[in-house]
């Protein structure tokens, strides 16, 4: 009965269809149901996020930056004042 829970849990946790058990047959069926234009539309989509991702990586490690030199200065000021 425990073993029932368990998987369970693990469906609910990754909200059913991301479960390795629905993706992997979503996959499949995609792969023999959807056309060439569609798996190209899909393709295109990816490549758009894809780039999305890496403009805001860019920009994470730019705001980063941007903290540390802050934090510098606030440490230097805190010293010079006392």
């Known amino acids: 009965m425990l073993k029932i ?3 369970m ?3 609910e946790e990754l909200e059913i269809k991301n479960h390795p058990a ?3 047959e979503y996959v499949k069926f ?3 149901h959807v056309g060439f234009n569609e798996a190209r ?3 295109v989509s990816v490549a758009e996020v ?3 991702v890496q ?3 860019l920009k994470i490690k730019r705001m980063i930056e941007s903290v540390q030199t ?3 200065v606030a440490k230097y000021c805190k010293e010079k004042v006392g």
Do not use: F, Q
């Open 9 to 11: 849990r693990e469906y």
């Open 22 to 24: 629905v993706s992997s």
């Open 70 to 72: 802050v934090e510098k």
């Open 55 to 57: 403009k805001a990586d």
């Open 5 to 7: 829970h368990e998987v």
């Open 30 to 32: 995609l792969a023999t």
């Open 41 to 43: 539309s899909i393709r």
């Open 50 to 52: 894809e780039k999305m």
